[in-house]
C-alpha cells in the first residue's frame, strides 16, 4: 500500500476518532458537534510543511549536510477533547509521515525516526512506520500541542442552553535540540469551525 493511502486512511481514521470523542451521531442531530475533520488534519500537515521547509533552520540544508535525526514526541492535548494517547501519537504520526514531509526531509539530509508504536489508535489510522530503527541516536525532537477555543453566539430558542459556537483548534509545533535544548523551529496552524451544541457537555 503506498504512503498516500496510508496518509489518507490515516487522516479518515483519526477524524472519525476526534468525532468519536465528541459523542456525534449520524442519524439523529447531535447534541454536540466536534470541529476537526479529515479535511482539516490535511491542511494542518501542508501548512506545517511548508513553514518548516521555509524555515530558517532548513534554509541552505540539502543532502550533503550533517545528518538530523528527527524523533517526534507524543501531541500535548491542552484542547478540551478527550484524546488517548493512541490518538495523541497518531496525529503526530500523521504530520512527519506525510510523503511530501518525508520527501522535503530527505532533501535536506533529515531523517524521521519514529518510536515503536503498537496502539490501538496507530492500527485503526491504518499507519505504517518504515522509517529507521532505534539504534540511530536523535539529535532533535518534534514536539505539538493541541490547544482548544470555544466562543459561543446567540442561542437557536429561547430558553435554550443549545447555542451556536465557535471552536477553534490551534496545533503548536517545536523542533528542538536534544543536547542544548535550543528551539531551533517553531510553527502553528489555527482552524476553526461553527457548531452547534450545549456548553456544558
Given at each position: 500500500m503506498s504512503e498516500r493511502r496510508i496518509m489518507a486512511r490515516g487522516c479518515f481514521a483519526l477524524s472519525l476518532v476526534l468525532v468519536g470523542v465528541a459523542g456525534v451521531g449520524c442519524a439523529a442531530p447531535p447534541e454536540r458537534t466536534t470541529l476537526l475533520r479529515a479535511a482539516d488534519l490535511r491542511v494542518n500537515t501542508m501548512q506545517i510543511v511548508d513553514q518548516l521547509a521555509g524555515s530558517d533552520w532548513l534554509r541552505g540544508r540539502d543532502t550533503q549536510s550533517p545528518r538530523i535525526v528527527l524523533r517526534p514526541e507524543r501531541l500535548e492535548n491542552?484542547?478540551?477533547?478527550?484524546?488517548?494517547?493512541?490518538?495523541?501519537?497518531?496525529?503526530?504520526?500523521?504530520?512527519?509521515?506525510?510523503?511530501?514531509?518525508?520527501?522535503?526531509?530527505?532533501?535536506?539530509?533529515?531523517?524521521?525516526?519514529?518510536?515503536?508504536?503498537?496502539?490501538?489508535?496507530?492500527?485503526?489510522?491504518?499507519?505504517?512506520?518504515?522509517?529507521?530503527?532505534?539504534?540511530?541516536?536523535?539529535t532533535h525532537l518534534f514536539s505539538g500541542r493541541l490547544r482548544s477555543l470555544t466562543r459561543a453566539g446567540g442561542g437557536e430558542n429561547a430558553g435554550s442552553d443549545r447555542v451556536q459556537r465557535r471552536d477553534t483548534f490551534l496545533f503548536e509545533y517545536v523542533v528542538s535540540d536534544i543536547r542544548s535544548r535550543e528551539v531551533n523551529w517553531s510553527g502553528q496552524t489555527e482552524i476553526s469551525r461553527l457548531a452547534h451544541g450545549s456548553l456544558i457537555d
Open positions: 491542552l484542547s478540551d477533547n478527550r484524546l488517548s494517547q493512541g490518538d495523541q501519537w497518531a496525529a503526530m504520526s500523521m504530520v512527519l509521515l506525510n510523503q511530501r514531509m518525508l520527501d522535503m526531509l530527505r532533501s535536506r539530509n533529515v531523517v524521521v525516526q519514529m518510536p515503536p508504536l503498537r496502539s490501538e489508535a496507530i492500527a485503526r489510522a491504518g499507519l505504517t512506520v518504515n522509517e529507521p530503527a532505534a539504534q540511530l541516536e536523535p
